[in-house]
Structures are given as C-alpha cells and as structure tokens.
C-alpha cells in the first residue's frame, strides 16, 4: 500500500483528494494537515465522510510527513508550496502540488504572474502534470505540478491539434464556463450563495493567470510562440467546467481531419472521450468522474474550428488529476480508483 | 457473478439502478428494457455512461428476463409490475420491485390507494424491503417490495421508538422535503426547470399514496392502528429527501432514552448513522450514498420529540435499497457495491 | 413628499427598503449609512441600481438623520438599534426598526434571548408592526418594531384562528422553510454557494429566536400562554419562505369555519390573499411582492389542520412590511409603493 | 388609454407582457388568448398574478381583436403569426409581433432558416424593432418585428463599432449563455429540472436560426456582408442572458475609441447602461429588468476587443423591447411602464 498524504485537506480540492484516495485501493490515507482545523476529526470539518474518513487534522510538520507518507498532495494556495516541497523531495518523497507553484519550468514566467518564486531549480525540473500530454516524463518523476482546471479543460483539446499545426493559432479564443468550487472554500463575497444564485458573470477578462499557463505549454506544443484570448465565467452551480474554443483552421482541414487527429493522440486514453459528430458535451455527463469530454464542429462559411470540452473541476481540474499522476507515478494503472459509473442525475 | 436485469432501465431510478449494478463486484448486467427506448444504446438516453455501458434497451420479454437473468429489478410505475412479477416468480428468479405493487401485504389496503391488484397471492407473500428492520425475512425472500422514499426516511426514525411506545403515535407529524428527481423523468409542467426553480411548495397535502404506506409500517411494528399526518414538499434541487417528523413524548422520556434506543436497533446497521448531540442532518451528506442519518431533539416545554432524517431519494430510497434487498436475499454483504467515499461537495 | 432614510442600507434588507422607497411616490430618499461602505456610491455596492439610485453611503450621524428625514428606516443588527433610535424618537421622527430590538414590549423577555436592553422604556411603548392585526395601533405609532419574517408567516395564519380559539395552541406545531436572503450579506461558511447548493436542512432545531416572538404574540391574541413547537430549514434558493403549520382542531370545526374565520379577518387586506379549497400556495407566487399567501387543509381521521403561507421573506417579512408599517403610521394606503404585478418566472 | 391585447398570452414572453402591460399606466389590457387554456382565468394558470390580472383567456378572434384591442402584441411559435397579422394590419392595429415572421425584410433569407412565408409583402414591410438603432422607423410602423434575444444581446454592443468599421468583421465570434425560460413554457426533456440542474452547454452549435438574424443586420449597419460564427449556451437559471464577444480591432483602436463610440451611440439611451473600465456586467443586474448593460476590454498582445452585454432575455430579449416598441410608436416616452428599480438580490 502507497501511504500517501494531503497537505490542505479541508479545502475543496483537499478533500476531493480525501475522498479519491480514502477509496483508492492502493492507497492509505496517514496525514491530513489543515491550518484552520488542526486538531479537529476530518468528518466533522465534511460529515458527509462521517465514519469513513477518521483521521485527525494536523498542523503541517514536514519530518511527520517525511515519515509516514509515500507520495505527499499539496493542496494549498500558491506561494506556500514552495517553501515545503523542497524538503519533501529532499527526501526522496513523490509530491504533487496542486497550486501553480511548479506549473511554469520558467521561473521568470512564474514571477511575472505570481510572486518571487524560493524555489527556482525545483520549478525548472518539475513535471506539468497533463497526464495524456506527458505521460512518460510523468512516470519518472519526483515533483509533478497539477495543471490549473482551465488549462487543463482548454489543452486538452487544443494540444493535439496545434502540434499538427491545423490551426492558426494568432486567432485562438477560449471561452471557459466554470462552477463555484472553482473559487474554493473561503470564504468571499462572490462566492456567497445569494450574490452566486440566479447570475452568470465573466470574471478576470483577459487577466486571468490560468492564461499564460495555457500560453506556455501551447507555445511548447506548437513550438512557436502562441498567445491565446481568455475569458472565464462563473456558472451558477457547484461543479463543472465547459470551455468552447475557437480558432480559425489553418487551411483546407476536414471535420474527418480533426477527428482523425484527436483519435489517434486520444485513442488509448482512458478519460479523454471524444463524442460522435453531432453530439456535444455537457458538462453533467463528467460530474464526478475524472472524463473530458470532447465534441467540435467546422463552421464553414468562416473556416472556423469550434471546440468544446468538459471536466470536473475538482477531478479531472484537480484531485481526480492529481491521483491520475500518483497512479502514473508509482506505476500503476492510470485508472486505478478514478473509474466508477458516473451517476445519471 | 449474479446476472442482473432491470425493466424499466431509462427512469431516473432505472438508470441509478444500473449505475449501482454496473459497478457491482458480484454482479453483471444482462438486460436492461425501456419501452421508449428499444433499440437504442443505454449510453445514448445517459451520455454520462458513455463507454461504461454499453447495453442496447429491449423491450420487456418475459423469456429473455427469464433465460439471461439471476435477478430482475422492475422499476416501473405501480399496476405494470403486478402483471409482469408473476411469471418471474413462477420461474424462481429473485424479484425486486422498486413500485407499490409488493408494499402492501394487504390487497385490500392497497387497492384503496391505486387500483384494482391483478396478483393479490404475491401481494401477500411478499416481503417489505426496509432493509434495517425486515432484513432477517429478505434473507428468504423471492419477491421484496421496495420502499417509497418517503416511507424509507420516515420509518427507519420511527420505527424502533414506536416498538419501544415512545412516542403518542396519534400525535405523530411528519414534515417531508423532497428533492425533484424524486417525480421521475416523465414529461410534466410540474417538473420544468421554469417552475421549480426559485420555488418552494407543498403537494398532495394530507393526500400522498405514501402516507397509507406509512401507517400500515407504524401499525404492525406498534401493534396498534397508527395514522399519521403526512405533508410531502418539493424542495428546488435534483436529489436528497429530509424528513421533520414531530411527535409527543408518551411519558418521562429523556435524550439519552431516545439515542439508546435508535442505537440498539441500528448499531450494527452501517448505512444508519446516528448523529451526536447538537448535530443536525443535512441532504447534501448523504447525496449519491446509500445512508441514512439520523438526528433528534427533545424540546422540553411541549415534551414533543424532533427526529430529523436524510437521505438520497434516488440510493436509499430506491435503487440503493434494492440493491441492498438482493445483496441480503443473495447472502452477499449488505454493503457490497454501495460503499464508496461520499463528495465533499 | 416623506423624507426616508435608511440606515443599514447594503444589507440585504436595507437594500430591499432602498429598492422600495426608491420607487415610492411618496417618498424621497435623503440619507443611507453604511458603516463598511461609507463613502461609496450605494450603486456600486448594488450595480444594477446604477443611475438610479445616486446617493453615497455615509456613517451613521443622528443629526443628519434628525435634520434630512421624517421617517428612519434602521436595518441593522440587534443591540445596535437600541442605541440610535432612542434620539430619533426624542426628536419626533417615525421610526420602523427592522431588527428585533423592539418587537418585545416585555424587555425581560427581550433580555432573556437576547441581551440586556438600553432602552427598556422604549421597549414597552413600541407598536409591533404586524399590519393586518395591528393595524389600529400602527397609525399612532412612533416606533414600530418591524416583524421577524419567521412570525410573519407563522402568524398571519395562526392569529385569526387563535383568536375564535379553533385551535388546540398546545399541539401547534410550525415547520418553517427559507430562502438562503433570509441569513443576510455578511460572509458565512452557511451561506457560501457551494455549501447551500443542492442542500436542505434544518437549523437552530427548537432553538431560534423568533420562536419566543411567535409565543408572545399568540400568547396575547388567545389570551392564555401559548408556546409553539419550531423548527426553521433552509432552502436552496435566495428568497421565498414557506411554513407549514399543524394544529389540532378545537373541536368538530369544518373547513367552512377555517375559512370563514380567515376570511372575516383578511377580507379588507390586500396583502393577504386566501387560496381556494385544493389549491396550496408557492413561494413562487409571492416572490418579489408584498403579499402573503394562505392555503389549509383539515386532515379528518387526525382532527388536524394543516395551514400553509408563503411570503417573500425581504418583502413581506422584512422591507415591504415595513414600507407598509410607514404607509399606515404616514396616513398613506397601506398598499402605496408596493403594489406591481408579479413576475411569471 | 390603450387598449392592447396579447395573443399568445400564456407562454413565459406572452405572461411577462402580461404583467408589464398589466402595470403600464397608458394601457388596458382587453383581450388575451391561449389555445391551451382558452375558458380559464389567468390567474389560474399564472397563480401568482391572482386577483390582479382577472382576464379570462379566450381563443384567437381576429374580429375579437379589431373590435377590442388597438395595439395587438403576438407571443406565438413562428409561423402562426405570418398567418393572423395580416387581417389586424388590414384593419390598421398596431401589431408587435415577437416571434421571427416580421423580423427578415428578405423573405427568402427567412423561408431559408423557416418555412415557406405567408405573407411576403408585409415581411417587406415589417420594422425590425431594435430600439435603440431602429428608433426613427419604429415611430412610423404598422407592424414591429421583434427581436429575437440573441440578436438583442449581441448587436447592442456591436452596431455602433461595425457602422464606425472599427471591427474586422470577419473575425467577429459570438460565445452566448441564456438561461432557460428562453427555451419557452412548452414541454420537453431539455427543460425538465433534473436535465437542466448544475448542468451547463451549448446547443445548436453554429447552427441556431438567430445567426442569420445577427448577420442580417450587421450586414445592413456594416454595410458590407457580415456572416458570424454564433454558439449559443444554456446556464442552469431562469432568466438572463450574458453575451461575450470577439472581434479583432480594425487598426489602432484604443480603449477610449470604443467607448466614445458606444457612448456617443446610446448617451441618450436609458435602457443601455456602458460599465466604467474596470467593471464588467453581471446578468443579475438586469434581471425583471429592460436594461442592457456593456462592459468591454481590448486584450493588447492580439489587438482583440472583448464585448460583454447582458440582457433579462425575457424582457429586453422580448416582451420589455417588445412594451419599448410600442411605447415608441404610440408616441409615448420610451421609458413608459418599463422603469422600476432594480432588485437587490
């Protein structure tokens, strides 16, 4: 059995990774640290889990960690990752860190949307951990940086097709759709029930920095620079990501030329499904799970390619990820306590 | 591996049904009918399911239930099963029925409530599936009545204080909110997202088929006629059911009176969760689970109990619990393939 | 034109008076405090007020209160009140004070829920604004104390009947129902989106302040003690209250009776509309109005009835009621202002 | 007084013109008709509106209608309107019509999205009434096509940049979200709770019969073809509707050109409110409203204007606009009927 910890484990994205791994069946769960709840039951901070997840909040103590963990999540805003990580792989742990602190392998890219990053060598030999894109640097890995939900949502469908230059990518619009939790558990006016209800709102327009996440690994996969508009919403519910691209084609490319491409890069994995023409995703249809969803259309008279994909925030966006690069990791199945039937309401 | 069936496979409880079989360890699918949807892939009526089932919906044949299944659970509205059961009973197979057919061990009292009954032998030898207080007959049982979900949150509170007379039955108000899946996935202006959005009402008043349900349950476990009022209410969200049943002391009965006995009978029951003192029970902590939690106060001036009850309209109040049904009848766990970690969110 | 003033203005409650009086054609808005947005335009805390209402919020001055207004609306926490509208009175200014500072003429029992009164005086002398049964009293009123909205709905049904003693008033029982508004703006984990999204429970079980309010009031009107069974939920929704009620019938009282004596009691109120036998009301058909709704339903084998309202709990149970409290103590139709149609959706 | 009648009353934009008619200070409502609920009150279909809109609905008479009404707005699926509209012009009514019949001056671009047009000649004739750009003719018309609320939603914000040709037209993408009453009262799947809760996606990708009404009137105001690529989404709400749109500048535009440009377009516009930099809207600041309000920003690196809008869908989306157009043509004060404060939460 992996012994595995969660470092922020009351935050959504926490305890999506208490849930995950309280039923991963390679795994036991020994450390739940929690700032804010440090002493308290676990289910009493989420009694949905009453009786199943028993363990006690801790304070964060990096030789407690050192000791009873395997693999080690770090699910804690960014900036504070930085400044534990760097003991943990000292000591030959695996972490995952699902902030943005080892997302960008360019540390001065880092700085220039974030804060001074303590960590710069760590930053350049992390992972980014878009487990269908990188897949095989992901199994040697020691320090895997858990991509954001957004540029996960937009680079899914978007990496495949760039990489074989289908598109013009000066004119690439990302238009993502997001749920509440998205925002996390603390507490702030915008995420309080009434001022969320009954309202749809654009937030961060062309200022949000999931997008230079996305830029950066865009301009890899293209290998030349790429700078994409982004705009993300709020949707008025709990989960759920919708993102719906546009970028104009970038010659004569066929519906079956699109789909030919993202099958073959998509083919053999698990959690990426690309839906038959005429369908679309929802994004109740990966609530829960860790699927994307993918669905397109050619809208012809302007030469335009019209994607949409859907994830989870808090699975595929987050924690279901975060497990899925555990699972690739370790050596393990990549589906390994990810599948279950999604429910159909 | 126990092959299963389920008639009635596209309605919301259907489709719980066989999401809660598909991910079963001992069992297999072999036959999912939809009137409406012959022909047609499971996945295509629940896209969510896409990949994972992969069933085409048959009419009902009797032969093909008979020749390909273990188990059959029907899950169809009430007066259908009652023509259908019959000749799957004849021909020994194990029977679950998620309608008010089997509910009623007394013809009489049933057809006061729906129709005439076309089977009234079945009627009466058929065991009442409230998992936690029949389990020894369901042991033995060929045909099990399934609960109504309001029946399931009312009585498992009810039921072991009414045995020890705690309570004035005749004083007994039950309270009932339940979420909207719980009207099925028919077509109805009463179900359109416009009307039940924003919207909190009261229906069927003093007048729900349920409530006769209710009674017989309360009788036959009081030893004496019981007849409660019973006020359903429809709360704007798409799963879980709380019950506020309000009922007058029969004497000098304290708190602690009150949690010894909930606790004697449910001890050993694991999807009964009795809540500590001070907590109350929340729709959200049971959502896609298969318990049932429990919480109570005693308000002093008016020697009146407050029994507080949650569950998921759609597992413990119906496909979860007949699942339940065929694990105890089948000798298997009653918890095998429905205990997973429940979402934090 | 009626010079009013609101202090509390970007409450929710607040907000609701500014929206009113706003549109009132006989009032001119003239002063708003904020204490967290002094200094700030009120329509940048509430956009979509932009360009219509153009006051800035200041602090709380009672001179500039005393000076610029006639009527003073004070929406603010309880124990604050108390403070303030002692030299507002002195200074002959109407007075309606939406919190519960002066609901209580018995300052005892004010101080036994809440906390020591500053204004014990006061407190014996103030009308409580309950319009349809007060109404007398409210024209000469100086300080009304502006109903809870939990009593609102509970007793415009209950007064009535109370008062022709048809009911038994030690088996009332009120099983009251709200929208998330009800909680007010300031931050609360309750009240994040992700935590009251897809959720119902009940809360302050027996325990809440409004019930001793409830009693006081229907305690005066039966004329003998009268103490109620509560038990306030929240709903997942921003505004809208439903409470059910149950009560024991006094004796061989029809449905006729029930009606006849809600009838004699409302005929002339515009507010309080009396539903038809069969029908029940809706926190749909209130909302965003002044009105309350009343359904009932006498449950024969139980000698029981059961009695439904619905109100808006900002209009009707906070701001509307009391623009209608300062029509009736101003000599204006109590209607005036806060009659429009409803919205169908 | 006017007297107006509403011929497709019952549906969600023909009982929101209902009730803005109902509490418009120049109008009478004399006539309202329901195939479906021909015989019974109003009221009864729309509960909420008890005894205040007492009509009876009636069947379609086109004499009924001449001899009552002197405006006559028509809320019907297209196709009946092109069928009905004809006789009441004949006899010189005034006639909005909300459906799609009267909205394409080219009856062949219509028959190319719809049907086969009844009524070529008046098609010709028919104003588009998008107020705010189509003033001047609205005040002379016979017959108002109304708009459709995409169209409403989207050409607001972007008539004035295309007649000043500050956008390249070619790149303009239109990514827009309405909630579901804009799906109509009607039965279906799509609008049923369960499908539509915490649910979001897009529908008729590229594909909905508003894009070639968007196009038609770019390509009138630009001056040159203007074909859009259009992607229309459904958020889990009732009501609103929040465009974004993309458009790549035509030169050096800069931030202070756009809004010049929109400001000189609808300075004197009351229902279009331009958002201060900074800010952008929220479809909960218009709600039960007929204002639209814009927000924009320009993205630098890819010289890319973002436009934001958002709209009540439906009341500037249809029956507000449709009250604005007569109001306009009746010579009243555009304003008339339509203004009241907005709604806090």
Avoid: W
């Amino acid at each position: 059995m992996i012994k595995a910890g969660v470092v922020g484990a009351t935050g959504y994205a926490g305890a999506e990774l208490v849930r995950i791994l309280s039923d991963h069946p390679h795994v036991v769960l020994t450390v739940l640290t929690s700032r804010q709840f440090a002493g308290i039951r676990f289910d009493r901070v989420y009694p949905a889990m009453s009786g199943i997840v028993t363990l006690t909040c801790e304070e964060i103590s990096i030789d407690r960690l050192v000791d009873s963990c395997d693999v080690i999540f770090t699910a804690l805003p960014h900036s504070i990752p930085m400044k534990i990580v760097p003991e943990l792989i000292a000591q030959n742990k695996k972490v995952v860190d699902l902030s943005a602190d080892f997302r960008f392998n360019d540390p001065a890219l880092y700085e220039s949307c974030y804060q001074p990053h303590a960590s710069r060598g760590l930053c350049r030999d992390a992972i980014y951990g878009l487990c269908e894109v990188y897949q095989d640097k992901i199994k040697t890995a020691g320090l895997i940086g858990n991509p954001g939900c957004y540029p996960t949502s937009a680079l899914l469908p978007l990496v495949p097709l760039v990489k074989q230059d289908l598109l013009k990518t000066e004119t690439i619009v990302i238009d993502a759709k997001s749920g509440v939790s998205g925002a996390g558990r603390s507490l702030s006016m915008t995420s309080q029930y009434c001022e969320v209800d009954e309202s749809f709102k654009a937030y961060k327009v062309a200022a949000h920095r999931h997008n230079p996440e996305i830029d950066m690994i865009l301009t890899r996969e293209a290998e030349k620079p790429v700078s994409v508009t982004f705009v993300p919403h709020l949707i008025p519910m709990a989960r759920g990501m919708l993102t719906t691209i546009y970028a104009t084609l970038s010659g004569p490319v066929k519906t079956d030329d699109i789909r030919r491409c993202l099958k073959a890069f998509y083919g053999q994995c698990p959690f990426v499904r690309l839906l038959d023409d005429g369908h679309m995703p929802d994004t109740r249809y990966v609530r829960h799970t860790n699927y994307c969803d993918i669905g397109f259309k050619i809208d012809p008279p302007r030469e335009r390619l019209i994607l949409i994909s859907v994830i989870d925030n808090l699975v595929k966006g987050a924690a279901g990820q975060a497990v899925q690069n555990m699972n690739i990791t370790m050596g393990l199945k990549d589906t390994t306590g990810l599948m279950h039937t999604p429910f159909p309401v």
